[in-house]
């Protein structure tokens, strides 16, 4: 969060997989009870209804405000970053982004539904909030992630931001992104965990844990034996080769360009992917979205008011 003529700026990394700020990563999975449930892990009260977070992930969609589960999952994305500073009330701009292509496209609806409301109030973590939304700002994902390394680049550099729903390339040119070639594709991580179960399943006849194979493609390793084992990285390494047959198809060389990898996806490429390490600069914090979101945030405001 960051602080700018007494207005918190709080990114909210709006993903499949995760929804990240700042400090904070929580899986998008959401249980909504309309009484409050026995077992809480972070729990939302809003409009009289319940929202626990932190267990499994939300299905693909490509349009996220079309239900109301990514407005409370800002909610709560906004009630981490107020709890960690001890405040409970705030004028509150909300950080936020889109994959590359349809950041334009979608922009103006997602800033509505995310300020849909000016003044809301809720309970998180069974403290109470009272919030004041007096802006939103939609940047491009991927961009954003890269912010603290733009300096450093040079000539050209292409960067790939390997989401659980999406990955986005984009080219940069001597700094500046290149608007013509930018690129999702709709070939995240979670269909890697996918073809891990299903490659278990049709071997061992066994339905493996999810959060086993996410273990797995997160640390290179998992407390299994060598046979499940074996199949998780064959599942992996055939993810990433998949990965870099997408970079090739857009023109990936690396003796022309650096190549820049970001997104919970980083791991994968490092653990299991052709890549040599001295070509690519690998963004290790999930983080980096979100926090590159609420830079950009303040500039802008900093701009306007000059």
């Known amino acids: ?77 906004i009630g981490e970053e107020l709890r960690l500073e001890g405040l409970t009330e705030a004028d509150v701009h909300i950080c936020a982004g889109l994959p590359l292509t349809w950041v334009n496209s979608q922009r103006e609806d997602f800033k ?51 989401g659980n729903g999406t990955i986005n390339v984009m080219y940069m040119n001597d700094k500046s992104p290149v608007a013509s070639r930018c690129y999702t594709e709709k070939m995240g991580v979670e269909q890697c965990v996918i073809a891990a179960q299903n490659d278990v399943m049709d071997k061992y006849g066994v339905l493996i844990d999810r959060s086993l194979i996410e273990t797995f493609l997160r640390t290179g390793n998992a407390n299994v034996s060598q046979k499940y084992f074996l199949s998780l990285q064959d599942s992996a390494i055939r993810y990433a080769d998949k990965i870099m047959a997408v970079l090739r198809k857009y023109e990936y060389d690396p003796e ?51």
Do not use: W
């Open 112 to 162: 509505s539904y995310l300020t849909k409301h000016d003044e809301v109030i809720f309970a998180y973590r069974e403290k109470p909030y009272h919030i004041r939304i007096v802006g939103c700002t939609v940047s491009p994902q991927g961009y954003s992630a890269i912010l603290e390394h733009i300096k450093d680049m040079s000539g050209l550099s292409m960067v790939v931001d390997i």
């Open 256 to 306: 022309l360009m650096k190549l820049y990898v970001c997104g919970g996806g980083v791991s994968i490429m490092k653990h299991f992917s052709e890549l040599e390490d001295q070509d690519v600069v690998y963004i290790d914090d999930i983080c980096a979205g979100a926090k590159g979101y609420e830079h950009i945030a303040v500039k802008l405001a900093k701009k306007v008011s000059a």
């Open 1 to 77: 969060m960051l602080t700018y003529n007494n207005i918190r700026f709080i990114g909210v990394d709006h993903g499949y997989g995760n929804i990240k700020t700042a400090n904070t990563v929580t899986p998008t999975g959401i249980i909504i009870t309309d009484t409050e449930p026995t077992f809480k892990n972070k729990l939302l009260f809003y409009r009289n209804r319940y929202y626990n977070f932190g267990e499994g992930h939300k299905d693909f969609i490509s349009d996220k405000t079309a239900d109301d589960e990514y407005y409370a999952a800002t909610l709560m994305g």
